[in-house]
């Protein structure tokens, strides 16, 4: 059965930093492409940054383009988000996810496109 599970977020005050982890496991991690989002309470879930299967190629959203860094370890089939600069407009529950096909050479900023979701773990902002 595949399962995504994220871990590490809390609150912090702005500013500061966290860094998530997303273990997988009952697929093969190391050629799919994931994804992390975030969804705030009356907001629809957003992209926030992907990688490729390879680790060759990043994508992130404008709102946390050199404040945020994903990376992967295909040994450890995790996935990594290192946030810093926190601000309170990054409050949200973060979710890692896969898209339904491994191999994929695009990072798809879209969530219809994964097929495999994490349960999600909550980040908190204080200004």
């Known amino acids: 059965q595949q399962q995504l599970v994220e871990s590490g977020g809390g609150l912090v005050q702005a500013g500061g930093s966290l860094r998530l982890s997303c273990a997988a496991s009952g697929l093969p991690f190391t050629i799919y492409t994931m994804g992390w989002f975030r969804q705030s309470p009356g907001k629809e879930r957003e992209f926030v940054a992907g990688i490729r299967w390879d680790g060759r190629m990043t994508y992130y959203a404008d709102s946390v383009k050199d404040r945020f860094t994903i990376s992967r370890d295909n040994a450890k089939n995790t996935m990594y988000l290192q946030m810093n600069s926190l601000k309170p407009e990054d409050t949200a529950v973060y979710y890692c996810?896969?898209?339904?096909?491994?191999?994929?050479?695009?990072?798809?900023?879209?969530?219809?496109?994964?097929?495999?979701w994490g349960q999600g773990t909550q980040v908190t902002v204080s200004s």
């Open positions: 996810a896969a898209p339904g096909r491994p191999l994929t050479t695009q990072v798809e900023p879209t969530p219809g496109y994964y097929h495999y």
